[in-house]
């Protein structure tokens, strides 16, 4: 098999030569995400006359980018981000603005629809005809897998959406996205959480349900069909990703939210995601923090979640568009700031799940808080690992991961917590008299959970991710040794680019706690000491 898909990829790479590719420039029409995709113009972080934080531009000078003509987020310098979001909707009364992110992260200049694949996965044909050549970006020397004979089969009678570039006699994709993927929003029919049921139980079910098809599921609407008449409606999308088969620190999964109008026939692939992730680290995968269009996010060959685990997403749709731009907008400023170092990714206390939920919180939605998960085993855990892993950045971790907030910490409770509230009280109409939930609730006219599989490929399938640090010791080897662990070599930010007059972060938790654990072994170190000395 291994032959076979060797063979299989230098094919794809050599194609026969045909017709030109039915290709268009990537922001010629439609949408990213909430906007009109020829309100931003394509570039690379080169470009020197750019709306956008240089910091930004930085991670991507060699890659392709949407930034906008006009109206692009701005944020404060002298705040802290999420200061700066709470700031900023203030300001607006609780209203979006004009502005559009700063950056969008394309990748390709070029996007193609209604493609089919070949059984051989050599060629393309158009709905108009047309054939081409089908060729695949190259594969990243650090991705472990890659697609296969398998991947092909699977895409086998599907119509494609494309991202690449187009050359004389062949299509070079980078990212593939299946039409299976599409809501059937004229099928669904309400069928709420029955008893026993919650949003949890639906994405254990089955161990995340990987190589089950696409299916989704309208849990609540309005008044009788608001779904099937959601064609056209602003939605915002809460996105958790399971947890990866072959790498022993990825069980928690990944959460992002998303935002964009509920394409024609149940389409999604323009929504805009915000992905949070480690600036400071080369994900082996290629993976750059940054707001990028959703079929990027899950179909991209080297970067796309849906190549490496199953997926699932609650959708709220909406009847106005100020909720999403309200998300929309405050992501796009906490980005800023975040491209600028202004705050550090942690995986403990500032991760996708925290960063996001954090500035839903800055916006005004009250999310319930789940707490840490022991206090207790976060004071004697830091000394403990301190000693066992003859480490102190052991000991100042687990302090980290005991104390911090669970619903920031596990994706899957981020999922949780969002989700259900979303379910359990503003579709109720449970909500405070103003911030983003008061929006949320007024404007909420159907909730439907979607579950996206895994694309098959030579990556072995992932599953639902883990929602506790018990849940996520029971999966993976006793043996810190015996761990599947990907490399991620650290990446330097320019100390040229930051910024001096930025507001510091405040001390982590961990090292306050390890001042006093100091001062206490310290304190007792003199009192034995002066014991001694009287006798």
Known sequence: ?????????????????????????????????????????????????????????????????????????????ALSAQDDVKQWVIARDGQPDAQKPALV?????????????????????????????????????????????????????QSLSLRGSAGDDRYTARTIWPSS?????????????????????????????????????????????????????????LMLNGAQGDDDEAHGGHFALATGLMGEHGRWGDWLVANFYNLDIHSEKGIVASMLPMDAYLTDLNSGQSWYRPSWMLVAVLRDDR??????????????????????????TANCAGISLDTLRALGWGLPLLGPTSKAKAWLGLPWMTLKDMSVASGLQAYEYMMAERSGLFPFAAF????????????????????????????????????????PSSRAFGREPVASYEEYMARVPAERSQWIVRPAPPREFPEALRDPQAPKEPLPGSRRALIVWLAGLAAVAAFILSRILRR
């Open 323 to 348: 909720a999403p731009r309200l998300v929309d907008q405050g992501l796009a400023r906490v980005f800023n700031h975040f491209y600028r170092h202004d705050f550090s990714y942690r995986h403990a």
């Open 105 to 157: 992260w394309l990748g390709s200049p070029q996007r193609a629809d209604g493609a089919r694949l070949d059984a051989d996965g050599r060629a393309l044909t158009f709905a108009d005809g047309r054939r081409s050549g089908f060729a695949l970006v190259p594969q990243l020397p650090t991705n472990v897998s890659w697609f296969n004979a398998d991947s092909v089969r699977w895409l086998q009678g």
């Open 181 to 237: 993927f599409d809501i059937d929003l004229a099928a669904l029919k309400p069928h709420p959480l029955q008893a026993g049921e919650t949003l949890a139980t639906l994405v254990r079910a089955d161990q995340g349900g990987a190589q089950l098809p696409a299916a989704s599921r309208l849990l609540w609407e309005r008044t009788p069909g608001a779904a099937a008449a959601a064609v056209g409606k602003p939605v915002l999308a």
């Open 416 to 455: 949780n917590v969002a989700g259900s509230d979303l379910v359990g009280r503003l579709a109720t109409g449970h909500s405070g008299d103003n911030g983003l939930e008061k929006v949320l609730a007024d404007d909420l006219e159907a909730l439907i959970f979607v579950r996206v599989p895994q694309i």
């Open 1 to 77: 098999m291994r032959a076979l898909d060797t063979l299989l990829t230098l094919a794809l790479m050599t194609s026969v030569a045909h017709t030109a590719a039915a290709a268009q420039d990537a922001l010629a029409e439609g949408r990213l995400g909430l906007y009109d995709a020829r309100e931003f113009r394509a570039t690379t972080g080169r470009c020197s006359d750019c709306p956008t934080p240089p910091q930004a531009l930085w991670y991507f000078q060699d890659d392709t980018i949407a930034v906008p003509r006009a109206d692009a987020a701005g944020f404060d310098p």
